[in-house]
């Protein structure tokens, strides 16, 4: 008989529940995670831990990836039609798609037209009533300048909608697959909209996912029900409860009990112990995801191209590797994993060969036969190197020390460095690593002071750009070099909070966006390799370590599943 379920969830108040029900057991799966989601609607966030308790559970897309191939597929379009010059694109949708029925919403028809329009023309059209609720930031959709790109978003008839851009965009179908492109309720809007409360819009959801919003305390638990009109096939669970627990140690004890199903997250230093465990599977993930350093380019003497390059050649990434990850996962060259594009590379291998390819995105291919544009040993062109020998090491301090003198600033300096307080997919634990940077930065005279912030501080501290450095990093949304570049480096994400080191360099923003529209995937790659060398030289951010991401579970359930861009998706999980 199962602990948690006798005695975990009569404490997460699963009222109405025959706590001796052995088909609830049966039914019900219990999901342990380190925070509470800052919001219900993941148009309005960018973080992984509200992705995973939201973006799948509650909400369809018109498109989603195929798991295999990463390209996108019909979800709630059943097909779509693009025009020759790209500039338009028709979705057909799919009809008798009924939303959840909650205590607070009874919907009166299903999902059509409508709803898609109301979701999208929220993003950037100033005048929709609902824009600046909830603050009025749309981090992702932002950062790749929907506003700019998206012209207008109509009504073709009740079942079809069309979508028309300013100009072509090669990864626009890829947006609309992402974990924030989720479809919502016009008429749930309508009616919040009427009551004076169209805040609660984004707090107590309304979608057409396969879960429904039944109970939320914050800093608890979350618990779904299954939504009985769900359109998709599949039974699977009837209720699914998110266990809000935010120290991994807490996590792996109640996993270890039984009190938890599943646990997101496990810190390195845990995965010895969960691989030992006979009940319990673990899977891993090759990340598509980059932890980094942010200097604040535009703060003295961070401004100073040659301060940020003593601090980069400074850094031991190989200690951070092993102290923190426990060596799962792998040195990071350049800002890109190298898991981007591979299926892509895999159906053309010859034409990806015979051309001046990225190593970070292709592996197969050596520095030494990589385009000039590609740096060297720092650079982004090496998967995995071997660690610097003890000589290799002093000589860069010294070439550091030599650079921080042309700077003036031979005696060193103070700084402030930010990190989330708590693990991140990208970073397990951003204290010790930063604990490792000052013990790194000393020899330099640099001394650090270590500031751990909730993620809503940090970010506000972001967005306000007074901070010295920040350990931060990015898990792409979709399968496009774009997406980590963008956001870590464009312009445009200086406004989202999430250009960090606020470097702008319009030179690296012509190249990104060259890319954009460009059909083909070999000069996409072209461009992509041009604008990670223009940030490379300036320093404009230190990459530190792509990360695996890792699911504990119970061998005794089947069907989850951890997406590689965005959150995890219960909708087929069951118990065997």
């Known amino acids: 008989m199962r602990l948690w379920l006798w005695a975990l969830l009569p404490a997460l108040l699963i009222a109405g529940c025959n706590e001796k029900d052995p088909q609830l057991a049966q039914n019900s799966l219990l999901y342990c995670t380190p925070s509470s989601p800052s919001s219900f609607n993941p148009q309005l966030v960018i973080s992984t831990e509200t992705l995973d308790a939201t973006a799948h559970q509650l909400y369809d897309r018109l498109l989603t990836l195929d798991p295999l191939s990463q390209q996108p597929r019909p979800a709630l379009a059943t097909d779509w039609q693009r025009s020759d010059d790209g500039l338009r694109y028709r979705f057909r949708l799919q009809p008798d798609v009924a939303f959840h029925h909650t205590p607070w919403f009874s919907p009166s028809r299903p999902f059509n037209a409508q709803d898609v329009v109301f979701s999208f023309t929220r993003l950037a059209d100033k005048q929709h009533p609902y824009h600046l609720v909830s603050g009025g930031r749309y981090p992702f959709f932002s950062a790749i300048s929907w506003a700019q790109l998206v012209k207008q978003v109509h009504i073709v008839n009740e079942h079809e909608v069309e979508f028309v851009l300013n100009h072509a965009n090669a990864d626009f179908l890829h947006y609309l697959a992402s974990d924030y492109a989720v479809i919502l309720s016009a008429e749930y809007g309508a009616q919040l909209l009427a009551a004076g409360t169209p805040q609660l819009l984004d707090q107590q959801p309304v979608g057409t996912g396969p879960f429904l919003l039944n109970l939320y305390r914050p800093d608890e638990f979350i618990r779904y029900h299954r939504h009985p009109n769900y359109w998709q096939t599949g039974d699977g669970l009837q209720h699914l409860v998110l266990d809000i627990t935010p120290k991994s140690s807490k996590r792996l004890a109640k996993m270890l009990s039984g009190e938890c199903d599943a646990m997101a997250n496990p ?22 995801n980059v932890a980094v350093l942010a200097l604040n380019t535009q703060k003295p003497p961070f401004n100073d191209h040659r301060v940020r390059n003593a601090i980069r050649l400074a ?21 890109l994993p190298a898991t981007f594009w591979q299926q892509a590379i895999l159906a053309h291998p010859s034409s990806f060969i015979s051309s001046d390819i990225n190593p970070a995105i292709n592996p197969t291919i050596s520095p030494a036969t990589s385009s000039p544009l590609m740096p060297t040993k720092s650079g982004a062109g090496r998967a995995q190197p071997a660690p610097f020998t003890d ?67 940090l970010r506000n501290s972001l967005l306000a750009g007074q901070q010295d450095a920040v350990l931060t990093g990015w898990s ?3 399968p496009s070099p774009d997406n980590i570049l963008r956001n870590l480096l464009s312009c445009r994400a200086i406004g989202a909070g999430t250009n960090a080191s606020r470097w702008c360099n319009p030179a690296f923003e012509v190249e990104l966006n ?19 060398y223009l940030a490379e030289l300036d ?38």
Do not use: C, W
């Not at 031991?316 to 350049?334: C, P, T």
């Not at 951010?541 to 590689?564: D, E, K, N, T």
């Open 315 to 335: 850094l031991n990434k190989n200690d951070i590797l092993q102290a923190v990850y426990f060596g799962r996962a792998s040195l990071a060259e350049s800002l």
């Open 391 to 457: 000589s290799e090491r002093e000589q860069q301090l010294t070439e550091a020390k030599n650079l921080l003198a042309q700077a003036g600033l031979s005696g060193g300096f103070k700084m402030t460095l930010l990190m989330p307080a708590g693990a991140r997919a990208y970073n397990p634990d951003g204290l010790k690593t930063g604990q490792l940077l000052q013990q790194q930065l000393a020899p330099l005279g640099i001394k650090l002071t270590l500031r751990a912030l909730d993620e809503q501080v």
């Open 267 to 288: 810190a390195a230093s845990q995965l010895e112990v969960i691989q030992k465990h006979p009940d319990i599977a673990l899977s891993a993930a090759a990340g598509s």
């Open 514 to 532: 060259l890319a954009l529209t460009e059909p083909d995937q070999l000069r996409r790659h072209a461009y992509y390799q041009a604008a990670q």
């Open 539 to 576: 320093v404009a951010l230190i990459p530190l370590v792509h990360s695996r991401r890792h699911l504990a579970y119970r061998y005794s359930i089947a069907g989850l599943q951890l997406l590689p861009y965005g959150g995890i998706n219960f909708q087929l999980a069951e118990k065997e």
């Open 476 to 478: 792409a949304d979709i």
